[in-house]
């Protein structure tokens, strides 16, 4: 069973930025591509960015060029970091394997751009 705990998140100004961080466990971590996806009122949990187990990325296109998404084996952590923040980024930010495995969502992490 994986377990992923996602931190991080908070309540920014436009143009501001965040570091998003998640822990897995229960996993062998560095062989699974994780992903980072977003949940907001309007719209179905959607991908964000993710990234394989040999290091290679990919976005959304909303936020290529503003999100950069990394990882560190060592500490079975996958980061996100957001720059350029606007308020289309708000929304309930989480981690899971890409694809994304049913069961293994975390609780997110709240992130809150203001305009």
């Known amino acids: 069973q994986v377990q992923l705990v996602e931190s991080g998140g908070g309540l920014v100004q436009a143009g501001g930025s965040l570091r998003l961080s998640c822990t897995a466990s229960g996993t062998a971590f560095s062989i699974n591509a994780m992903g980072w996806y977003r949940q907001t009122p309007e719209k179905q949990r959607e991908l964000v960015a993710f990234?394989?187990?040999?290091?290679?990325?990919n976005y959304a296109t909303s936020v290529k060029g503003r999100f950069t998404i990394s990882r560190d084996n060592a500490k079975n952590t996958v980061y996100l970091q957001m720059n350029s923040l606007k308020p289309e980024d708000t929304g309930v930010y989480y981690c899971?394997?890409?694809?994304?495995?049913?069961?293994?969502w975390g609780q997110g992490t709240q992130v809150t751009v203001s305009s």
């Open positions: 990234i394989t187990s040999g290091g290679s990325t």
């Open positions: 899971n394997l890409y694809p994304s495995r049913p069961g293994s």
